[in-house]
């Protein structure tokens, strides 16, 4: 599994290179890979920024550890906890790690628009991570109601098939607008 993770993140570095330069590059992968003695080669091929999004999948045995190894790696990636909520990707996560990026889990965002109880926990989970000194993405975003309300909420960042759907890094256009990377 490993290196498939390190194959898939080389084969999206190279695709990444049709994207504009001031491009952002998000990668997933999991706490083995981001330990892999091999990570470090793959993220020197580019000099774009990178934003590592931790995955859910699997639980971190030794937060220290892996801050170690973030902050050994080439071009000061970014942090992203994926999917927070979901699989082991608990609040824990981003109290340890202050990370970057809190991205919440599409069943958050599903029907925000009309469910007081998910508008009251992105926006606990939003002050929280602007107290660690993370923005928060929602990814998910179906609808135009559901981006209204995240708005209004305060959600630096979206993502979901309201905004794009999933094209190759050659097919992708420049977007403008700081709420839509």
């Known amino acids: 599994r490993v290196e498939l993770e390190l194959a898939a993140m080389t084969q999206q ?18 706490p083995s890979v981001m330990l892999d003695r091999r990570l470090p080669a793959v993220l020197a091929r580019t000099d774009r920024q990178v934003v590592l999004e931790l995955t859910e999948h699997d639980p971190i045995e030794d937060y220290a550890v892996l801050l170690t190894a973030l902050a050994t790696l080439p071009g000061s990636p970014k942090l992203s906890i994926d999917d927070a909520g979901s699989g082991y990707a608990c609040l824990a996560h981003v109290l340890a790690l202050e990370p970057d990026f809190v991205k919440l889990d599409k069943a958050w965002v599903r029907e925000v628009d009309t469910d007081g109880a998910r508008q009251a926990l992105i ?59």
């Open 13 to 30: 570095l190279r695709a990444a290179e049709a994207l504009p330069t001031a491009a952002w590059v998000a990668l997933n992968l999991s």
């Open 123 to 181: 926006s606990g989970v939003r002050g929280f991570a602007e107290e660690l000194g993370a923005q928060v993405i929602a990814e998910g975003v179906e609808r135009a109601e559901e981006l209204a309300v995240l708005e209004d909420l305060g959600v630096a960042y979206v993502q979901g098939h309201l905004l794009g759907e999933p094209r190759s890094a050659a097919e992708a256009q420049p977007t403008t607008g700081p709420s839509r990377p």
